[in-house]
């Protein structure tokens, strides 16, 4: 008796080969408890190993955080520098433009007249006057003057 084949094929699925092989592929990276008994120094060296790699990557994805972090702080404060230098320079810039419309304007008081040396009058310097009167100072003169001072209040 001959048995005819059906057109019907058994569910299969999809994919389970595929990740089984991935799995298989991990697992064939660690040694197996086979090899961890025959060659225990081996196996310990393998999973030293396994572990300074995977520190070695987290310190390296720690390294590159930080540094992106720190340029992206640098950048930020560079680009304040700038914006203060920037500002620093038109304030600079629109005070020299005052001043000078400003002595456009007052290039010579109206009060001011040409003159020569000999119609100036010389005064005598009126501190000079005041270190005079001090020495020949009254109790009454001392008395007044310290009535108008400020009393400070408090300590």
């Known amino acids: 008796m001959v048995r005819k084949k059906s057109g019907y094929k058994p569910f299969k699925r ?27 120094f081996l196996a310990g060296v393998h999973s030293a190993l396994d572990g300074a790699l995977l520190g070695i990557l987290i310190s ?3 390294m590159s955080t930080l540094a992106l972090h720190w340029r ?7 680009t304040q520098l700038e914006a203060s ?4 320079h038109r304030l ?20 001011m007249v040409p003159t020569k040396a000999e119609n100036l009058l010389y005064l005598k310097n ?9 020495n020949n100072r009254t ?12 009393v400070n209040q408090g300590y």
């Open 60 to 62: 390296v994805a720690l």
């Open 126 to 134: 009126p501190f000079l006057q005041k270190d005079s009167r001090k």
């Open 14 to 40: 999809i994919g389970t080969k595929q990740s089984l092989k991935g799995f298989n592929l991990i697992q064939s990276s660690f040694p197996s408890k086979k090899v961890s008994r025959q060659f225990p």
């Open 72 to 78: 992206h702080l640098w950048t930020v404060a560079f």
């Open 85 to 88: 230098q920037n500002l620093s």
């Open 92 to 111: 600079m810039d629109s005070t020299a433009m005052l001043e000078r419309n400003l002595l456009k304007i007052n290039a010579q008081p109206i009060s």
């Open 139 to 150: 109790i009454k003169d001392i008395l007044e003057e310290i009535s108008y001072y400020k």
